[in-house]
């Protein structure tokens, strides 16, 4: 692999840049839109990027999931069935992943960010809102929906995983958040499978930044669980805007 600056730079750099996706990811998701343009920017070709991105975050969301868990915030009755449905939905948005997906969802996602910013600013209940039964028997499809989008897209699956919890199964923000750990776990993990067979996974740059991914996720996921909803709160708005920038400007 051949970087715009020495190696050890980039790996310098990459590392830094994890652990504060990872900070980040581990409160309000939004991680890859750190590490997805700083890989380009170093020179790594976007497949390299996308795969190696997938695997490093494989073990922050993982670390994320066992803080929350320990602290018992992961309290979803049917997270073994939702994390299938991500698990099988990124699979297939990996391998369907094309250039005309990414213009449809350019011009739709960041109307949906923004809606969820403004969600979370006007929602000012503590747990959230009250469960919508009639929508519970699309749950699944949503799940797996958000899964697919994540194996071809990616940047703000976290915002939308908290969403839907919170707006269709009643859960407050913790508990929200806690899920969609484990649901976003579950769709890295599948997408970097289907890369790593593929040969796309830079190994050493990946075990790198996994690291540092460790680190800022253990440290982001115990600030969220000491200060709570004041906390996460701001973090889901400030992420959902700057994802939405992100996208509009490219």
Do not use: H
Not at 5 to 10: D, F, G, H, M
Not at 90 to 110: A, H, K, M, N
């Amino acid at each position: 692999m051949e970087y715009l600056y020495e190696e050890t730079t980039v790996y310098l750099i990459l590392f830094i840049v994890a652990f504060f996706a990872s900070l980040i990811d581990s409160i309000a998701g939004g991680g890859g839109l750190l590490t997805t343009p700083s890989m380009l920017l170093v020179g790594i070709s976007p497949l390299n990027v996308l795969a190696t991105n997938k695997f490093q975050s494989c073990f922050g969301t993982f670390t994320s999931t066992y803080n929350y868990y320990r602290n018992g915030l992961l309290v979803e009755k049917k997270k073994k069935l939702y994390f299938i449905f991500s698990f099988v939905g990124s699979s297939i948005g990996t391998l369907l992943v094309s250039r005309i997906s990414d213009e449809t969802l350019e011009s739709i996602i960041p109307v949906l960010l923004i809606g969820a910013a403004i969600f979370f600013i006007t929602n000012k209940g503590p747990g959230g809102v009250a469960k919508n039964d009639k929508l519970l028997i699309v749950f699944n499809l949503v799940v797996f929906a958000i899964g697919f989008y994540d194996g071809f897209f990616g940047p703000g699956t976290g915002s939308f995983f908290v969403l839907a919890f919170i707006i269709i199964k009643g859960a407050n923000i913790m508990q929200a958040t806690a899920i969609t750990k484990l649901l976003n776990f579950s769709s890295n993990f599948a997408a970097f499978i289907i890369f790593a067979f593929q040969g796309y996974v830079i190994w050493y740059l990946g075990l790198t930044m996994a690291v540092a991914q460790i680190a800022g996720a253990y440290t982001g996921s115990k600030f969220a669980i000491k200060n709570g909803e004041k906390v996460v709160r701001p973090v889901l708005v400030i992420v959902s805007i700057l994802l939405s920038l992100r996208i509009l400007l490219g």
